[in-house]
């Protein structure tokens, strides 16, 4: 099921969709990035961690399924086949998918400490109309 055209959809709606979409799967600590203004290539980073690279590598299967259903194809995907570090570009929006023993190597979160965020599964975080 389709709805509105993608491209006229704000990235806080794409990243929100993703995070959703993702929770259903139970990553550990997600996290949404606003990078906007730190960042000139994104809007926002999901950042979220599995248990084992068969969980990153469903999450990441999950998430672009869902955001198919939604309109959304990905832009491109890294890291799919070992699992440590799943990219999934949406342009606007990217997901970073770790396993757990491998996002404190890289820290994101520290890399951009300056951005503000959001707790994607916070109920207070609603859909633009």
């Given at each position: 099921m389709k709805?509105?055209?993608?491209?006229?959809?704000?990235?806080?709606?794409?990243?929100?969709?993703?995070?959703?979409?993702?929770?259903?799967?139970?990553?550990?600590?997600p996290?949404?990035?606003?990078?906007k203004?730190q960042?000139?290539?994104a809007d926002?980073?999901?950042?979220?961690?599995?248990?084992?690279?068969r969980?990153?590598?469903?999450l990441?299967?999950?998430?672009?399924a869902?955001?198919?259903?939604q309109?959304?194809?990905?832009?491109?995907?890294?890291?799919?086949?070992?699992?440590?570090?799943i990219?999934?570009?949406?342009?606007?929006?990217?997901?970073?998918?770790?396993?757990?023993?491998v996002?404190?190597?890289?820290?994101?979160?520290?890399?951009?400490?300056d951005?503000?965020?959001?707790?994607?599964?916070?109920?207070?975080?609603?859909?633009?109309?």
């Amino acid at each position: 099921m389709k709805t509105k055209a993608s491209k006229n959809r704000p990235a806080l709606e794409k990243a929100l969709l993703m995070a959703r979409a993702a929770i259903q799967k139970k990553p550990l600590d997600p996290l949404l990035l606003e990078v906007k203004e730190q960042c000139s290539f994104a809007d926002y980073f999901l950042i979220l961690s599995g248990t084992s690279t068969r969980q990153t590598q469903a999450l990441a299967a999950h998430i672009e399924a869902s955001m198919e259903q939604q309109g959304f194809r990905t832009l491109g995907v890294e890291g799919r086949e070992l699992g440590h570090w799943i990219l999934l570009d949406y342009g606007d929006v990217i997901a970073h998918i770790f396993f757990e023993p491998v996002r404190p190597f890289y820290d994101l979160e520290g890399l951009w400490l300056d951005a503000p965020r959001l707790d994607p599964a916070a109920e207070s975080l609603t859909l633009p109309e």
